[in-house]
Structure formats: C-alpha cells, structure tokens
C-alpha cells in the first residue's frame, strides 16, 4: 500500500509544486525558499526539536507549545515548519530568530530524507492531522519519537481514511504518541489503526491561548482613534463566497443601525486587491488598513488588508462573526474573539474545530448563522443590546479559562519521550 501511495505522490507532487509556483505570480512569498520543499536548505548543527504546523492558524495555536519547549529544552534549537507562506511569515513574527522556520518538504522519500539530515530531529510534534505516511515512517527509520498534538480527525475525513486504513495502520504502527483533542477524535484515530495503549485525550492545546501583552490596549486605542462613536463589528478570516453574504448582511444591518461600520479581514493576503474590487464593484465606501486610510463618519468598511492584525481588530469591536464556517472551509479560532469577551457569531461549518464550537454554541457564548439574512439579524440584535454583547463575552472568557491544561498534559506526554 505504501508503495501505491509513494508512486501516486511522485505523480501528484509536479502538479503540487506547479500550483505554488502559480500562486507565486500573485504573491511572491510563494517563491522563496522553493529549495525547502524538496528537503533542501538550511542544516542545523545539532539535534533538534521539531514541530509542525501546517498554516498560519496553526501556527498561532503552537505559539504556547513553542514557548514552553523552548523554555524547558534550551540547549536543542526548535524547528518549525509549515506548508504556507502566511504560515512562516507568522512563525517568523512570533518567534523572531529564536526559532528556524522552514518549509515542510513533500512526502517523497528522498524529499524526506535530505529534509531529516538537515532538520536533524530527535523529538517531532505534529499539530492537529497531518498524516503523512513516509514522514512518520523516516521517524521510525531513524527512531525519532513523534507525537501528534491535540490531534483531531472530523467526521468527514474518517471515511476517506478508513478507504485506506492499511496505509494508515502502517502509518500509525511507528510507536507514534497520539494526544487526541477529544474522545471522539482518540475513537476515529483507533478505527483507522492508532495504538490504543498510544492513545491519549489531552484536551484542545487552543484553549492555553495566551492573548499577546497589551492586545486588548491596543484595539482599544484603534477604536479611540479611528472610530470613537461608531457600533463595530467584524467578519473576520473570510473566504471567497463570504464577502458577499457579509456585505448583504451589513446592508441590512446599516438599515437598523446608519452608523455601524464593518471590519473585513480576508483570510489570504493573495485574496485583498479581489476583495477590495468587490468593495468598489458593489459600490461600498471602505478604507484600506494597508493603504492607511482613515475611517470617516461616511465610511461602510474597513478593509484589514494586512497580515497579523487580526486580534487588534478584535479587540476594538463589539461582535464578532468567525468566517470560514458559511461556506465548508470547516471554520476558523472562536478562541481568540472568546478570550477577548467578545459574542461570536459563526455559520454551520465548523469541522475544523468541532468540540469548541460545540461547548461555545452550548453555554451560549456563540450562536450559529446560516446565511446572510440570519447575520444581519444577529449582529443587530447584539449591536443595539450591550448587557446581552456582555453576558456572551463573560461566559466565553469563563469556558475558555475553565479548559485550559490541555498544553501541561501534552507536556507530561512529551518529556519522557525528549529525554531518550
């Protein structure tokens, strides 16, 4: 089976790297460190701890993790690795050079073997579901121990994996340490040949999310100064398909409420100058962040056209709609709304992240949206009802504080295993 599915990855590895190059005409961060791939770049001089995260929401939920292995193994250099650009680019502004951020080679072998000759790792964590067959089984070539962390697998991916359970028995058969989010996600993880003795329910290392010092100031300061008087609320990581419905919803919000005001923040820095044309098609007056320009009394939208803004921007906003979830992206962090006390809005689609927004839309911290109709008439409710906006917000921050300790359980999985 391995071999089925190496031969099928050289086949669809050429298309892969011809769709990174393509996407390189429009954003040319696409383009560097192309070499990284294919398991080339940077060596590293002694051994190493690795860690995973495949995008930039990832990335900024391994943020706690990547801090804490730093603080305990300080003497082994930490390498993280992501699949994309906006993920590095994350990477490199939390971490600085304390950290070497690279690109995660494709599952070749050989791709994988240059990239464990130069990486160097004697321990690897791999957050959330990244199963990638000849990865794990160069970690058990070269006995590196390998944690999946807060690992989950949705409902709508178990089927296809079950399709192919006897790669993944294989896969999983490495003495792989599996920290699963839930007992739902442990469950699917033995159906397709986990270790049950390997497998462990830790929790959501999301909810150790830390807000950055001064973030909320800061959204604060943004609001004072850009608009004081003004109702705001935000749609924020949005997708193509979403823009629209969000500005029909804030047409119909608008005829509640004259003076609220939008912030939009597209998901892809490659989708902002689309986005903005969509503003303008449709005849909307917004400002750009990156153009920086100045929100007026006149002004519908303000564009978030930039990159690591996004928990400014809620901090200077009363209502929150977490997108990727009305259209079946699977949903973005609710956490980060949540641990500033704002209510959380969010459409059905919410796979990414199922247990959290299950345990929000439970207590009442976040209500679900279907469509535009329905997101105009939430936002408007909670734009003209700040003692409801508060009740949400407590009972968010409160849930987020009462599941935290997923991170120390992880801990406790991995110190025995970096000690070896």
């Known amino acids: 089976m391995r071999f089925i599915y190496t031969a099928l990855a050289y086949l669809l590895v050429p298309f892969a790297f011809a769709t990174v190059l393509w996407r390189g005409f429009k954003d040319r961060s696409y383009w560097k460190n192309l070499g990284e791939r294919f398991g080339f770049g940077r060596g590293e001089t002694s051994a190493t701890i690795w860690v995973h995260a495949v995008s930039m929401g990832e990335v900024q939920a391994a943020a706690p993790l990547v801090r804490a292995l730093r603080s305990r193994y300080s003497h082994m250099p930490l390498v993280l690795t992501t699949v994309t650009p906006t993920g590095a680019l994350r990477g490199r502004s939390l971490f600085g050079e304390d950290v070497h951020v690279r690109f995660v080679p494709y599952d070749l072998p050989a791709c994988v073997r240059r990239f464990f000759d130069r990486a ?93 010092d001064g973030v909320a100031e800061a959204g604060k300061q943004l609001r004072e100064l850009q608009a004081p008087s003004r109702p705001i609320w935000i749609a924020g990581s949005t997708h193509e398909g979403e823009e629209d419905a969000v500005l029909d919803a804030h047409l119909r919000v608008q005829q509640r409420l004259s003076n609220a005001l939008l912030v939009l923040v597209p998901r892809h820095p490659n989708r902002f100058e689309s986005v903005a044309n969509t503003l303008r098609r449709r005849a909307f007056r917004f400002v750009s962040r990156r153009a920086g ?37 699977g949903g ?89």
Not at 167 to 188: K, M, P, W, Y
Not at 295 to 301: A, F, G, I
Not at 332 to 357: K, M, Q, R, W
């Open 120 to 212: 160097r790792p004697r321990l690897a964590v791999i957050l959330e579901t990244e199963l990638w067959p000849n990865l794990y089984r160069e970690c058990g070539r070269r006995s590196v121990p390998l944690v999946l962390a807060s690992a989950r697998i949705s409902p709508r991916s178990v089927g296809r994996y079950r399709r192919l359970v006897g790669l993944f028995r294989q896969t999983l058969s490495h003495g792989i340490v599996i920290a699963a989010q839930s007992e739902n996600d442990a469950e699917r993880f033995k159906s397709i040949g986990a270790n049950p003795r390997r497998t462990h329910v830790i929790g959501n290392i999301k909810f150790d999310f830390q807000l950055p």
């Open 293 to 329: 320009g100045r929100v007026r009394p006149e002004t519908d939208v303000w564009l978030v056209d930039t990159l690591g803004e996004l928990l400014t921007f809620y901090a200077a906003a009363d209502v929150a709609f977490v997108a990727g979830s009305l259209v079946p992206i």
């Open 332 to 420: 973005h962090n609710l956490l980060e709304p949540a641990a500033l006390g704002l209510p959380i809005l969010t459409g059905p689609y919410n796979f990414n992240s199922e247990d959290v927004a299950s345990l929000f839309l439970e207590v009442g911290a976040a209500r679900t949206v279907v469509d535009a109709t329905e997101l105009a008439n939430e936002v408007s409710r909670l734009l003209e009802d700040p003692t409801e906006r508060h009740r949400m917000g407590e009972i968010g921050r409160q849930t987020l504080d009462q599941n935290r300790g997923a991170l120390q359980r992880l801990l406790d999985l991995i110190d025995p295993l970096a000690r070896q």
